[in-house]
């Protein structure tokens, strides 16, 4: 049994065994045989370790994955006693219970979270970082409370595929699908006051020493009275600053932390000697936790100006005081100040992208999301960030190649998918879009937009009972019932299910009683089931809300006609043909509807417009010489019925033979002409 920890040997390689019977307060790892110390943790530390273990233990409640927290051992090799790598994570998730015999687990837990401190991070970050690759754990977070990030990496085929994220991020936990840690709750309150000792400045000591002892001797021996030296008042002034300035340093990691008393202390502290900049630092730094951006900023800005060469992290809590008053610009101009001095920051670089996205400056957002991917290349939401700028820009080749990148590192990222579906929606590749936007649905299958872009897609693809199935989804998850019943109307029309489509359409006009394509539509629908009334008072609806509808106009004048209300259809399809007067449907219509009201005049001039449009028939032309006979204009009535003869022949040679059986005809006017007469007979 080793009991002086000093006799550990640096060329020795040790193993659980050995490392199982040391006798010491002191914790250690083991590292391919080498031993680690361990240090202590912080109140930080145990802070967020408590605040992961709370969310990650309340998710797995119930569910057979097990949560385990440091000091507890694991052999990663699965050695047993020989094993030489032995370490204690500070939270970990285990699924397979058989790796644990009750003192230890033997094998790589699933999921394993190291807390970082300046004094570990090399150690996490790469030998660690290593062992757990070469263990096989499946997912490996690293969280730095200090920095206000995560870095988190996930075991594929190629190696750890790694992500980041920022403090006010919520993290999918991979390995625990369904699992999400909020990390704004994990890192609520970290901004901490600055608890760095003012020095008592150098030149107040150096006269001190040398100065005021003759100043003061001088000074008695003319007054004869005790006399006050300006630098001991300097002095004093000083030391009463820094008594506030201590007792709001003391309520650090205390309830009082960030209260408006202890603002009141460095306030003091600064009234009593204004160039207190530490003071102003730990002032601001309050005003940001309770959010008095305009405040934070001007003490900020106060530290700046006394001291410039002030640690260049500043201009981050400056830029995010000023942005959250409401100065975009102030905010970016602090950023791109804090930039120039520590050019590499992330975080600072992905807050000026964000506010340049705000403040749509473009072109500078893209650059700045360029400089971030160069730094790390698989920042998943820099990259969509990136990419949904190129597609505003309508640059939609170089944004859909970014989001196809974005989803390499990040399948599932939801914005990259729904986005990238919209563009196949937009080139018609109907079918990548479905594709993309079902993927979508996966993540956020709850999201009543993508649903109806969703159904959308279906229904351009005649897949009309999924479309109705997406439409009523978004209806089901809070989507726009005004915009969604109509179209799944029209999905379930698409679908044969009629009566289904009426009430949905009669709840859609009952919700938006101005939606004039609803309202046609319904028309259609009780047209078709028989219920003239019904469909004459929904066209007549749609109408009144839309009156240049050409369509619903010749379907209400159609349906005039078919109950033999000939004024009435007459009215509806000369609206028609005024809206468009190359409607050819509707001048075939009116023709019929003419020879009705036997307004010859009308017929005739609706047959001739058919035919001028190219859309005339033999029929046409048959009538418009039973017309012409009629109206005793005998020429034009032979060369329309030779034009019906030339396009039908037996067909309207019959039909002519069995009119002039009878005695009286209206073809009275040419059934004795030569040229009539030739006509009959091939």
């Avoid at 107040?204 to 001991?232: E, H, R, W, Y």
């Avoid at 004093?236 to 202890?262: C, L, V």
């Amino acid at each position: 049994m080793v009991m002086n920890m000093d006799a550990l040997q640096n060329d020795r390689s040790y193993t659980y065994a050995d490392y199982a019977s040391w006798n010491t307060d002191a914790r250690y790892e083991l590292i391919d045989g080498a031993a680690y110390m361990m240090a202590g943790a912080s109140e930080t530390h145990q802070r967020t370790s408590r605040r992961l273990t709370k969310q990650l233990d309340g998710f797995l409640d119930g569910k057979p994955c097990e949560l385990f927290y440091a000091p507890f051992d694991v052999c990663l090799n699965a050695a047993g006693d020989d094993d030489a790598t032995v370490v204690q994570p500070d939270i970990m998730v285990v699924c397979d219970r058989s790796k644990l015999d009750g003192k230890r687990c033997n094998g790589a837990p699933d999921m394993i979270i190291e807390i970082v401190s300046p004094s570990t991070s090399g150690r996490d970050r790469l030998l660690k970082f290593n062992k757990y690759l070469q263990a096989g754990v499946r997912e490996y977070w690293i969280v730095d409370p200090d920095g206000g990030t995560v870095t988190v990496h996930l075991l594929t085929d190629d190696g750890y595929l790694t992500s980041a994220y920022g403090d006010a991020d919520i993290i999918d936990v991979h390995v625990l699908p369904g699992c999400r840690i909020n990390m704004k709750d994990v890192f609520d309150g970290f901004f901490k006051p600055l608890t760095r000792v003012a020095a008592l400045p150098a030149f107040l000591m150096l006269i001190l020493f040398f100065g005021v002892c003759a100043d003061l001797s001088a000074q008695s021996a003319k007054t004869g009275k005790k006399p006050v030296s300006p630098v001991i008042q300097e002095i004093e002034i000083y030391n009463e600053a820094r008594s506030w300035f201590s007792k709001g340093e003391d309520m650090i990691e205390t309830d009082m932390e960030n209260s408006d008393e202890q603002a009141e202390m460095f306030r003091k502290a600064i009234e009593i000697m204004p160039d207190f900049f530490e003071a102003r630092y730990n002032l601001g730094l309050i005003y940001i936790n309770q959010s008095k951006m305009k405040n934070a900023a001007e003490e900020f800005e106060a530290v700046l100006r006394l001291e410039p060469d002030f640690n260049p992290d500043i201009y981050y809590l400056l830029g995010a005081a000023h942005s959250g008053a409401g100065n975009p610009e102030k905010a970016i101009d602090a950023l791109e100040t804090g930039l120039r001095r520590k050019p590499e920051d992330m975080g600072m670089l992905r807050s000026l992208g964000y506010l340049q996205i705000q403040t749509s400056r473009d072109d500078a957002a893209i650059d700045t999301l360029q400089r971030v991917l160069e730094s790390n290349p698989i920042d998943v939401a820099a990259r969509v960030d990136l990419a949904l700028l190129y597609h505003k820009k309508d640059e939609i080749e170089k944004a859909e190649d970014e989001y196809k990148e974005a989803l390499t590192i990040g399948p599932e990222n939801f914005t990259a998918r729904y986005n990238l579906g919209l563009i196949y929606a937009r080139q018609r590749k109907m079918a990548e879009a479905a594709g993309e936007f079902d993927r979508a649905r996966a993540i956020e299958p709850e999201n009543a937009e993508l649903l109806e872009r969703l159904g959308d897609v279906r229904t351009f693809l005649n897949q009309h009972v999924l479309a109705a199935e997406a439409y009523q989804a978004a209806i089901n998850y809070n989507g726009d019932a005004k915009l969604l019943l109509p179209k799944l109307g029209f999905s379930l029309v698409g679908d044969g299910r009629i009566l289904a489509a009426i009430e949905v359409l009669k709840e859609a006009v009952e919700l938006d009683a101005k939606n004039s394509d609803s309202w046609y539509l319904l028309g259609d629908l009780y047209s078709d089931s028989g219920k003239s009334g019904e469909a004459i008072d929904s066209y007549r609806k749609s109408l009144e809300l839309r009156p240049d509808q050409k369509e619903v106009r010749l379907n209400l004048g159609v349906l005039y006609a078919e109950n033999e209300m000939y004024a009435e259809a007459m009215t509806e399809l000369r609206h028609a043909v005024a809206l468009d007067s190359k409607y050819a449907t509707a001048w075939s219509n009116i023709a019929l509807v003419a020879e009705r009201l036997e307004n010859d005049e009308e017929a005739i001039s609706a047959h001739e417009r058919l035919i001028s449009l190219g859309e005339g028939t033999a029929y046409n032309h048959f009538h418009l010489g039973v017309l012409y006979a009629k109206n005793n204009q005998e020429d034009q009535s032979i060369d329309a019925f030779a034009k019906a003869i030339e396009l039908e022949p037996e067909k309207y040679r019959e039909i002519l033979k069995n009119e002039l059986r009878n005695v009286h005809s209206v073809l009275d006017s040419v059934r004795f002409q030569k040229r009539f007469t030739s006509l009959l007979t091939p």
